[in-house]
């Protein structure tokens, strides 16, 4: 089954955490989890550069120390780079000192600030022994990361599930449809009247 919105009971369990901007104003947010990625990364900045909108990168540890080169890249865009965790663990899964100890690692190549749990799982526990980081989830998960979805489906889940203030998640991973399905997504929003903007500017 799949959710495309987060499960209900979240916002109740984290409730200093962001899944959507509170307004009335057609504003979305976009943010993209994985990356970076030589191939993909690049693909996304340009376009985000081409109809000047701003985003969240929350970037895997490992591959933010892989490629430097391209953090560097996207924070000279403007746009600002979270914390995805140094190996992309199931905070359910993992230990609250390991789980801590991974976000630490991947804070050194990411970000000390701001942090989105890999898979939006994250014990009580732990989220309150991160208490610095704004923990961000999202609105609108349309599955561009599987591969037997297809991006016509993931397409129709955006322009089907946005409102006003949507955190959208999408994947900086070359086997994601992001790549594929993104401008047509802007250029759709933008018609029905959207604009998109920067979550930090709505702390």
């Given at each position: 089954m799949r959710l495309f919105r987060p499960w209900?009971?979240?916002?109740c369990l984290y409730r200093d955490a962001l899944f959507r901007i509170k307004t009335t104003e057609r504003i979305l947010f976009l943010t993209f989890d994985d990356g970076p990625d030589p191939l993909s990364t690049t693909r996304l900045l340009d376009l985000l550069r081409k109809y000047k909108i701003p985003a969240i990168f929350f970037c895997s540890g490992s591959a933010a120390e892989k490629?430097?080169?391209?953090?560097?890249?996207?924070?000279?865009?403007?746009?600002?780079?979270?914390?995805?965790?140094?190996?992309?663990?199931?905070?359910w899964k993992t230990s609250t000192t390991t789980y801590l100890e991974d976000v630490k690692k991947a804070s050194s190549f990411t970000s000390d600030t701001i942090f989105r749990p890999p898979y939006g799982r994250i014990t009580i526990k732990q989220r309150r022994l991160l208490k610095f980081y704004r923990i961000i989830f999202w609105d609108v998960m349309p599955y561009d990361f599987d591969v037997s979805f297809g991006g016509?489906?993931?397409?129709?889940i955006l322009k089907s599930k946005i409102r006003p203030g949507s955190v959208i998640v999408l994947h900086d991973k070359v086997s994601s449809c992001a790549n594929s399905i993104l401008e047509e997504f802007i250029l759709f929003a933008q018609k029905e009247g959207y604009r998109f903007g920067m979550i930090q500017d709505f702390f």
């Open positions: 209900f009971p979240a916002g490629y430097p080169e391209l953090i560097s890249l996207i924070r000279a865009d403007g746009h600002l780079t979270g914390n995805h965790g140094y190996n992309h663990l199931n905070g016509e489906k993931c397409l129709k």
